[in-house]
């Protein structure tokens, strides 16, 4: 390594990048998205039904959706701390990250593994490593949203 | 007929997020916070609403549909007054988020880390 002492930093990692790039087997792509939709589709088509199952015992359907959301987020988050979600998103890819499960998994996910650094600090604050991003996103551009609404409303 | 509605539009949405994991460098949370915010965004020109009523949970389920509540939330709330349009948001979100926050804490709690299978 001391022959590469004086080469900036960029270069190396750009060339090691080039290197990288030739073990790193291609993914498939049409069968990884054939997988995705598949799981992806069946995922919703099992919401719907828990939905109208709710739906038909009385809920209504701003309840029933709620209700759904709750049921969604918890099985994942359960199937996360068996440590079985890991292996079916490993299998379906983007088919149980896209949706809501997704975003459950990325909560528990790192709360897990940063448990010995304390359950205040370690979980409680790695809760949001990578949901944080998602929460301040989607809350910010939605009172934008929001505000602009009611910034139109108030001209007309 | 509406399950298969449900099939197509979700199967279609995660399929693109597939695309955006494996053809870009993209990680999974940079596609989770694009997807919320797409939704966001499609839902304030009042794009989002059509798909929920022809796919139902195929369109709420993804991610796209989390952002779809939140800006309906915040339009919504946008017709009580400015206090209505900051609420809003959270307002219509409040079930799901609450959720994830408790159980997901209480999971990370009871549950220790496993290896890979």
Redesign the interface.
């Known amino acids: 390594m001391s022959k590469s002492k004086g080469t900036p930093g960029k270069e190396v990692a750009k060339a090691y990048e080039k290197y990288a790039m030739t073990f790193t087997p291609k ?1 498939r ?1 049409f069968y ?14 099992i ?3 828990i ?1 109208n199952r709710i739906m038909a015992s009385g809920w209504e359907e701003k309840d029933a ?6 049921i ?3 099985s994942a ?2 199937l ?4 079985w979600f ?2 079916i998103a ?1 299998v379906v ?3 149980v ?4 499960t ?3 998994n ?3 996910a790192p ?3 940063y ?1 010995k650094e304390g ?1 205040v600090l370690g ?2 604050g790695k ?1 949001f490593s ?2 944080g ?3 301040v ?3 910010s ?3 934008l ?6 910034f139109m ?1 108030g001209m007309r | 007929m509406d399950y298969v509605y449900a099939f197509l539009i979700g199967g279609i949405v995660c399929a693109i997020g597939q695309v955006l994991l494996d053809a870009t460098k993209l990680t999974g949370p940079r596609v989770l916070v694009i997807f919320v915010v797409s939704g966001v965004i499609l839902q304030a020109f009042n794009l989002y609403q059509p798909l929920v009523d022809f796919a139902g949970s195929g369109a709420t389920v993804p991610l796209p549909g989390f952002g779809y509540s939140l800006a309906k939330g915040a339009i919504e709330g946008a017709s009580n007054g400015i206090l209505g349009a900051i609420t809003g948001a959270l307002t219509s979100t409040a079930a799901g988020i609450t959720a994830a926050i408790v159980f997901g804490y209480l999971v990370a709690v009871l549950f220790n880390p496993k290896s890979l299978r």
């Open positions: 993914p792509y990884n998205c054939v997988k995705a939709f598949i799981a992806g589709g069946l995922l919703c088509v919401a719907m039904l939905q959706a709620a209700l759904l959301t709750i969604l987020i918890c988050q359960l996360t701390g068996l440590g890991d292996t490993k890819g983007a088919g990250i896209v949706p809501i997704g975003f459950a990325s909560m528990v709360a897990i593994e448990k359950i979980v409680g809760l990578l949901a991003p998602v929460l996103c989607g809350i551009s939605a009172a949203v929001g505000i602009i609404y009611w409303g």
